[in-house]
């Protein structure tokens, strides 16, 4: 990432998204950032939280999280 650059927010695919009861995303962030409101729902990239370090892409062996 290069000084200046836009940070580039993964986000969730809804279409792939299993919603598991334990999000490997999720659990992969170091900002918090995957929030989960419903359980069995997708979760979302909370942009605010997210530093863009993109370790949730290849976390989600469902590749859902995309950037």
Do not use: W
Request: aromatic share 2%.
């Amino acid at each position: 990432l290069t000084h200046g650059s836009p940070v580039r927010i993964p986000q969730v695919d809804d279409a792939l998204c299993r919603a598991c009861n334990t999000c490997s995303a999720k659990a992969a962030c170091r900002t918090k950032a995957i929030m989960v409101v419903d359980p069995g729902e997708p979760p979302y990239v909370d942009g605010s939280r997210c530093q863009g370090c993109r370790v949730c892409v290849p976390a989600c062996p469902f590749s859902a999280v995309v950037v």
